[in-house]
């Protein structure tokens, strides 16, 4: 099965987030937990209603046009099963989404303008499930990535179902069935703190049920799928966003509590100190409409080397002092200085 994307399109770049966290500064990277990039080609195990599936994707270039090349590597591999599964990789890679609207707001402002240089075709990659990327936010939350990392991985190895090819092991996410019938203490053995422990069990039970429709948010206006999130126990407005950024496709979430997030706009934006939660909405305002991409563009940062990002805070900072830009929030906290100035009406 062959697949053209919407141009500009750029499979490396879509990738690096969806392969693992950035280096540490010890430089040993993290061991893949569900996403597998194999002989050239990225690997993963999906359920589509029946028996897994392991299906692989990798890069053509047919007229200097980049295409993905989708294949089922095991598992069933009728006529419906590759429907769905080319479905679910035209939504993982947003192959029809059209970016330019997004390049375009980006030029009016002096980091996002080089982000799009550096990262230019990177797609925001979309989770499978939605249910898999809720509670892997709520295992996220408020630890280190190595934590995070260390947990998800005990849970998907104990709780998930996995395939075998050419004598690799590929993982799945676990299934609400299977946590559903978890017990708090024995997700505490995985070092699941007590309260997630009970969050995902719960949300676990109410995805088996049906009372809890997960994947039905993706038919839903963002605002009421936000409301929805916000609504389950454990989750607070970083995990909704982050939700509706990484499953639902939402091109307009801001996790403005992110850390991560915060860090990226006081280094490359020339503030003093990490700006609040209040002070990233107000920077993003300029964002509108296309805030998941600028925070995933500002996010993908974090996996370049720090002679890079050196160099272009000091490209920015020189093209704001040529500028002259000076401004302030209204609450006297420096503001975001690498945004161009908007037209006078």
Same mark, same amino acid.
């Given at each position: 099965?062959?697949?053209?994307?919407?141009?500009?399109?750029?499979?490396?770049?879509?990738? %690096?987030?969806?392969?693992?966290?950035?280096?540490?500064?010890?430089?040993?990277?993290?061991?893949?937990?569900?996403?597998?990039?194999?002989?050239?080609?990225?690997?993963?195990?999906?359920? @589509?209603? !029946? #028996?897994?599936?392991?299906?692989?994707?990798?890069?053509?270039?047919?007229?200097?046009?980049?295409?993905?090349? /989708?294949?089922?590597?095991?598992?069933?591999?009728?006529?419906?099963?590759?429907?769905?599964?080319?479905?679910?990789?035209?939504?993982?890679?947003?192959?029809?989404?059209?970016?330019?609207?997004?390049?375009?707001?980006?030029?009016?402002? =002096?980091?996002?303008?080089? =982000?799009?240089?550096?990262?230019?075709?990177?797609?925001?990659?979309?989770?499978?499930?939605?249910?898999?990327? /809720?509670?892997?936010?709520?295992?996220?939350?408020?630890?280190?990535?190595?934590?995070?990392?260390?947990?998800?991985?005990?849970?998907?190895?104990?709780?998930? $179902?996995?395939?075998?090819?050419?004598?690799r092991r590929y993982n799945a996410f676990p299934e609400p069935a299977a946590l559903?019938?978890?017990?708090?203490?024995?997700?505490?053995?995985?070092?699941?703190?007590?309260?997630?422990?009970?969050?995902?069990?719960?949300?676990?039970?109410?995805?088996?049920?049906?009372? =809890?429709?997960?994947?039905?948010?993706?038919?839903?206006?963002?605002?009421?799928?936000?409301?929805?999130?916000?609504?389950?126990?454990?989750?607070?407005?970083?995990?909704?966003?982050?939700?509706?950024?990484?499953?639902?496709?939402?091109?307009?979430? =801001? #996790?403005?509590?992110?850390?991560?997030?915060?860090?990226?706009? %006081?280094?490359?934006?020339?503030?003093?100190?990490?700006?609040?939660?209040?002070?990233?909405? $107000?920077?993003?305002?300029?964002?509108?409409?296309? $805030?998941?991409?600028?925070?995933?563009?500002?996010?993908l940062t974090y996996w370049e080397d720090a002679a890079w990002k050196q160099r272009?805070?000091?490209? @920015?900072?020189?093209?704001?002092? !040529?500028?002259?830009?000076?401004?302030?929030?209204?609450?006297?906290?420096?503001?975001?200085?690498?945004?161009?100035?908007?037209?006078?009406?």
């Amino acid at each position: 099965m062959l697949l053209k994307p919407q141009e500009p399109f750029s499979f490396a770049h879509t990738l %690096r987030f969806t392969l693992g966290p950035p280096a540490p500064p010890s430089g040993q990277p993290f061991a893949p937990l569900l996403d597998y990039f194999e002989e050239r080609e990225y690997r993963r195990v999906t359920d @589509v209603g !029946g #028996p897994l599936v392991l299906y692989g994707v990798r890069e053509e270039l047919r007229e200097s046009r980049p295409m993905l090349r /989708l294949r089922i590597l095991a598992g069933p591999a009728n006529e419906e099963t590759q429907r769905a599964v080319r479905a679910q990789v035209e939504s993982q890679f947003s192959t029809a989404l059209d970016l330019k609207p997004f390049y375009t707001l980006a030029k009016q402002d =002096l980091v996002l303008r080089r =982000l799009v240089a550096r990262f230019c075709g990177m797609r925001i990659p979309q989770a499978p499930t939605v249910f898999g990327t /809720l509670i892997s936010a709520i295992l996220e939350q408020q630890v280190n990535l190595r934590f995070a990392h260390q947990v998800k991985k005990a849970l998907i190895e104990t709780y998930g $179902r996995h395939m075998e090819f050419e004598g690799r092991r590929y993982n799945a996410f676990p299934e609400p069935a299977a946590l559903a019938i978890a017990a708090p203490r024995e997700l505490r053995r995985l070092q699941v703190s007590g309260p997630k422990a009970r969050y995902i069990i719960g949300i676990s039970r109410d995805t088996l049920d049906g009372t =809890l429709d997960l994947e039905g948010l993706r038919a839903v206006e963002p605002r009421a799928a936000h409301a929805k999130l916000m609504e389950q126990k454990g989750v607070g407005p970083w995990t909704a966003q982050y939700v509706g950024l990484r499953a639902l496709g939402h091109p307009d979430c =801001l #996790p403005a509590a992110d850390v991560g997030l915060q860090k990226a706009c %006081r280094d490359f934006y020339g503030l003093r100190k990490q700006p609040s939660t209040a002070q990233v909405e $107000r920077l993003a305002r300029r964002w509108a409409g296309w $805030r998941s991409y600028a925070t995933f563009y500002l996010w993908l940062t974090y996996w370049e080397d720090a002679a890079w990002k050196q160099r272009l805070i000091e490209e @920015v900072n020189a093209e704001r002092r !040529g500028s002259g830009r000076s401004r302030k929030f209204p609450d006297g906290v420096d503001s975001p200085l690498g945004l161009a100035p908007q037209a006078s009406t």
